[in-house]
């Protein structure tokens, strides 16, 4: 599995201290004695075409109520046709300031109280708690666990759907298992959605970071009537770390359901500011080059983890085809608290219950590689026996 190391990269080499900017991944354990790769945001520093877009509109000075300048879905319209091959109306491009935002405006728009909203599991958290806080239900379908792969189990997604199914949350690229649906998956999704009547809203805001030359496929460019039902999520945020600038888009089926969709948000969504509206448009024109170059990083880092976790004995991890997360399934060391060895060894991942799989970690490799190996190091403390 393991393939040559490439070149080290500056862009990913030297990465600014995060010390004192509030930065969520960091403070969560004060002290400097773990090493946080939890929470999915990198330590490495936006591509320099992102922030000269950022200082032009610092310098323009005047910060005032902002809608989405000119440039900005066609920007977008333009990155999903090069890289995923999906042509889009930026017409139906409506600017949202995250994805779980816009995953809660979906189930106050599609659902009713009490309604049911599928997706699969292990997940990404706000996916299993939005639900409740929306008055509405999440209904778990596992995804199956082979050695080689987390597969869809179709007759338990038969069987979970009832009356009151509204709703089809995918995250597509599955996250946190890093999990890439082709078409043939999709196309069955589809056709289960089409009769059951349910929308789907696919999350993909991991759909630039897919491994390996692996070709993302969005679900609402399938010609299918599901898929023009859909609605699709996306940001910057994930690929270019500007997860703190607020900025992300909804791409919603048809104009009436756009014009339904904004008045949903309405005092609620608050608007988004012009630094990420600039950092996006920036991003998705210029940001290819980094986008690849850091691919090249994330399959190398993935491959250290894969060769790391068969070095523990009772640690096994499905590899990725997308993200730069390893899921971790750490039962067959007989931890009973994984998390609390790993942090005891000085190693924060993310904890599997929050995720809906107690026994799991996930790992966040977007660091450079000199501190994924020391945390490699202390993952493997972690579950030595004494
Ligand atoms: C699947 C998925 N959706 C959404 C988000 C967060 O999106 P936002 O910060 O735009 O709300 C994340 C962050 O890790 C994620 O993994």
Redesign the pocket.
């Known amino acids: 599995m393991t393939r040559s190391t490439p070149e080290p990269d500056p862009a990913f080499t030297n990465c600014p201290s995060r010390e004192a900017t509030g930065s969520e991944k960091w403070d969560r354990w004060p002290g400097g004695k773990i090493l946080p790769l939890w929470?999915?945001?990198m330590d490495f520093a936006a591509p320099q075409p992102v922030l000269a877009a950022i200082r032009q509109r610092v310098d323009h000075g005047v910060f005032g109520y902002t809608h989405a300048p000119p440039g900005f879905a066609p920007a977008l319209v333009e990155h999903l046709q090069r890289l995923h091959g999906w042509n889009v109306d930026p017409d139906l491009v409506t600017s949202?300031?995250?994805?779980?935002?816009?995953?809660a405006v979906s189930a106050r728009l599609l659902t009713e109280t009490n309604d049911e909203i599928l997706t699969f599991t292990p997940?990404?958290p706000?996916?299993l708690t939005l639900p409740g806080l929306a008055g509405r239900r999440v209904v778990r379908v596992p995804l199956a666990q082979s050695t080689a792969a987390w597969t869809i189990d179709w007759d338990l997604l038969a069987a979970r759907v009832s009356p009151a199914t509204k709703l089809f949350w995918l995250?597509h690229p599955?996250?946190?298992t890093g999990t890439v649906f082709d078409r043939a998956d999709l196309l069955a999704l589809a056709d289960f959605a089409q009769r059951q009547s349910l929308t789907v809203v696919s999350?993909e805001?991991?759909s630039d970071l897919l491994l390996d030359g692996q070709q993302h496929i969005p679900f609402a460019s399938l010609d299918h009537p599901a898929a023009r039902r859909a609605i699709t999520?996306v940001?910057p945020?994930?690929t270019w770390n500007l997860?703190g600038l607020?900025c992300?888009a909804a791409i919603v089926p048809d104009h009436k359901l756009c014009q339904n969709w904004r008045a949903a948000g309405g005092g609620l969504v608050p608007m988004i500011n012009p630094l990420g509206y600039a950092a996006a448009e920036a991003a998705w024109q210029h940001g290819d080059d980094w986008r690849r170059r850091l691919i090249v990083l994330l399959c190398h880092h993935r491959d250290l983890v894969l060769a790391a976790v068969a070095r523990v004995p009772g640690l096994t991890c499905i590899a990725p085809q997308a993200?730069y997360?390893l899921w971790i399934d750490c039962r067959g060391t007989g931890c009973a608290d994984p998390q609390a060895a790993c942090e005891a060894a000085g190693l924060g991942p993310s904890d599997g219950r929050d995720f809906g799989a107690p026994g799991f970690i996930r790992l966040n490799t977007a660091c450079p590689t000199a501190q994924l190996e020391e945390a490699l190091r202390r993952l493997a403390c972690a579950f030595s026996t004494p």
Not at 96 to 102: D, I, S
């Open positions: 929470v999915a945001d949202t300031p995250g994805v779980v935002n816009a995953l997940v990404y706000p996916f995250c599955h996250t946190p999350d805001i991991w999520l940001s945020s994930k997860a607020g992300a993200t997360l």
